[in-house]
């Protein structure tokens, strides 16, 4: 009778750890919209009582896609719209994916605090020092412009794998990918921070919630967008500049592709739903700048109704302003 006992309750505790089995939803990419997704994640994991469980990695863009294209991960956190190459990747894999935008972002141009030699910089002399020919050769300040000191110029960010690298450079240089490869790389934004934090020579550029973050030991450039900027003085990155599109060309939307399967879950159905209702409070409270409620409306509607596919992706979209993605979405 005592065995007996002993294996009822045994099978009893086993029942019900199964039952109370946390359910987990994977989310990996972008470390752009990494503090975005970690805020809801947590603010989720709440409301659900920790039922279940939200994991977010930070691989960059193009490593996020890689797993997200193999269906290795529910969500993919994007700073950029899905390329050429992965959207083949993804209908090799037959994943399909829901595209929703989920906030607007500045890249912005830092230097050190004790760089008393400049306040803003022009697009052509981000150009010169960024492309590739100038790999080995601009290495001082007054190489770019002879008004500036012979200070070595030390560079800072993004790794290869980043949304962030992909957009600055075909925002700067004019061809995504296209950079010198003689400056420290990262996928972690708070190395090029301390990077840029530790030495008077230092310019970087990192996502506005990083410099938000960051204030009192960076500076912040203004930057004069060139031709095609609606303003030709110098702009720095704000709320309202990013809004009204005058900090170009150095603005761009964030994404969130969820995979059609993951998204018949209810765990990850939830979330996404989750995700948008909260995104504009969530968004400003991490220091990026949330899209109109409308924006936010259409992402649900699109998701309720099964709309799979890009709107955006494979295509340049430098400078575009929250009422062109607007129309876009609109349209989708």
């Known amino acids: 009778m005592k065995s007996f006992l002993k294996v009822l309750t045994l099978v009893t505790l086993v029942s019900g750890l199964a039952k109370a089995e946390t359910v987990m939803i994977k989310i990996d990419g972008s470390s752009t919209v990494y503090p975005i997704t970690e805020a809801m994640a947590e603010e989720f994991q709440i409301e659900q009582k920790n039922a279940i469980k939200v994991t977010a990695g930070i691989s960059g863009t193009g490593g996020g896609f890689k797993k997200f294209c193999r269906g290795e991960t529910d969500i993919q956190d994007a700073s950029r719209p899905i390329t050429k190459a992965e959207m083949e990747d993804c209908r090799k894999a037959n994943?399909?994916?829901?595209?929703?935008?989920?906030?607007?972002?500045?890249?912005?141009?830092?230097?050190?605090?004790?760089?008393?030699?400049?306040?803003?910089?022009?697009?052509d002399d981000l150009k010169k020092i960024w492309e590739p020919s100038a790999q080995g050769q601009i290495?001082?300040?007054?190489?770019?412009?002879?008004?500036?000191?012979?200070?070595?110029?030390?560079?800072?960010?993004?790794?290869?794998?980043?949304g962030t690298f992909d957009y600055f450079t075909e925002a700067i240089v004019g061809k995504a990918k296209s950079s010198r490869g003689?400056?420290?790389?990262?996928?972690?934004d708070n190395t090029i921070v301390k990077g840029v934090a530790g030495d008077k020579g230092a310019l970087?550029?990192?996502?506005?919630?990083?410099?938000?973050?960051?204030?009192?030991?960076l500076k912040a450039l203004a930057v004069i967008g060139g031709a095609k900027a609606p303003v030709k003085t110098g702009i720095l990155p704000s709320?309202?500049?990013?809004?009204?599109?005058?900090?170009?060309?150095?603005?761009?939307?964030?994404?969130?592709?969820?995979?059609?399967?993951?998204?018949?879950?209810?765990?990850?159905?939830?979330?996404?739903?989750?995700?948008?209702?909260?995104?504009?409070?969530?968004?400003?409270s991490v220091k990026y700048v949330?899209?109109?409620?409308?924006?936010y409306e259409l992402a649900a509607e699109h998701f309720a109704k099964g709309?799979?596919?890009?709107?955006?992706?494979?295509?340049?979209?430098?400078?575009?302003?929250?009422?062109?993605?607007?129309?876009?979405?609109?349209?989708?």
């Open 95 to 123: 994943i399909k994916y829901f595209e929703l935008p989920i906030a607007y972002d500045a890249a912005v141009i830092v230097v050190n605090k004790k760089n008393d030699w400049l306040t803003e910089i022009s697009v």
């Open 139 to 162: 290495k001082k300040w007054n190489q770019v412009n002879a008004k500036w000191p012979a200070v070595d110029i030390k560079l800072y960010g993004a790794g290869s794998d980043s």
């Open 182 to 188: 003689d400056y420290t790389a990262s996928e972690d």
């Open 204 to 217: 970087g550029y990192i996502p506005m919630s990083y410099y938000m973050e960051n204030q009192k030991t």
């Open 239 to 284: 709320k309202q500049t990013v809004e009204n599109g005058t900090y170009y060309p150095l603005s761009r939307p964030l994404f969130l592709y969820v995979s059609d399967v993951s998204a018949k879950k209810p765990e990850v159905k939830t979330f996404v739903n989750y995700y948008l209702k909260h995104a504009s409070a969530v968004v400003t």
């Open 290 to 295: 949330a899209l109109p409620p409308k924006a």
């Open 307 to 332: 709309k799979l596919g890009t709107v955006f992706g494979s295509e340049s979209h430098v400078g575009l302003k929250i009422e062109d993605l607007m129309k876009k979405e609109a349209t989708f």
